[in-house]
């Protein structure tokens, strides 16, 4: 009991001259930096206060995710548009029933996907029907390139960008466009 006793009281007196010294250590280091002087004219009181370094920070963030996603939704209408000879709008929407994605397939490699279910008119492609086309597109990109490279179907339907523009990317490197001329 004694010896649990002093290696209790050890304890917290070590701690205690731990966090003395950390403290004087970090009053040592600490050192007040002057402000840069601004060379830009003061700005009257009307004017919107600048942005802080945070605010900053996280407005270049939000710009490069736009402009990322911004650049991924031209790769894939620009891929779409070369091997297709069609224009798309809205590359999310246009992938998620996976006709777009199919014949994508079928051009890269000659009955790539043998079934491609279509839309009758103007309806939008039952939820079955586009699970099925999405199955046959991932299951050949599974094959041909990796299950670790692949999108899934969730990325498809929810339109997860960043997910479709690199499995789309990987296909491309792996079947490169061919001209028919």
Not at 2 to 18: H, L, P
Not at 104 to 111: A, D
Request: charge should be neutral; aromatic fraction near 6%.
């Amino acid at each position: 009991k004694q010896w649990y006793q002093r290696r209790v009281r050890g304890s917290k007196e070590n701690t205690f001259e731990r966090s003395k010294r950390a403290v004087s250590f970090s009053e040592q280091k600490a050192e007040v930096i002057p402000p840069v002087p601004s060379t830009s004219p003061p700005q009257s009181s009307d004017e919107e206060e600048p942005a802080t370094l945070e605010h900053s920070f996280t407005m270049n963030r939000e710009e490069g995710k736009i402009a990322q996603t911004a650049y991924q939704q031209e790769f894939v209408k620009n891929m779409v548009a070369k091997y297709l000879n069609i224009s798309i709008k809205d590359a999310e929407e246009s992938l998620k029933d996976g006709v777009i994605l199919c014949q994508l397939l079928n051009e890269m490699k000659k009955n790539a996907v043998r079934k491609i279910m279509m839309p009758q008119g103007e309806e939008k492609l039952s939820t079955m029907k586009s699970t099925v086309n999405l199955n046959s597109f991932l299951r050949f990109v599974q094959i041909n390139i990796g299950k670790d490279n692949c999108c899934s179907i969730s990325d498809i339907q929810q339109g997860e960008l960043s997910a479709i523009h690199d499995t789309l990317k990987r296909l491309g490197e792996k079947f490169p466009y061919q001209s028919d001329a």
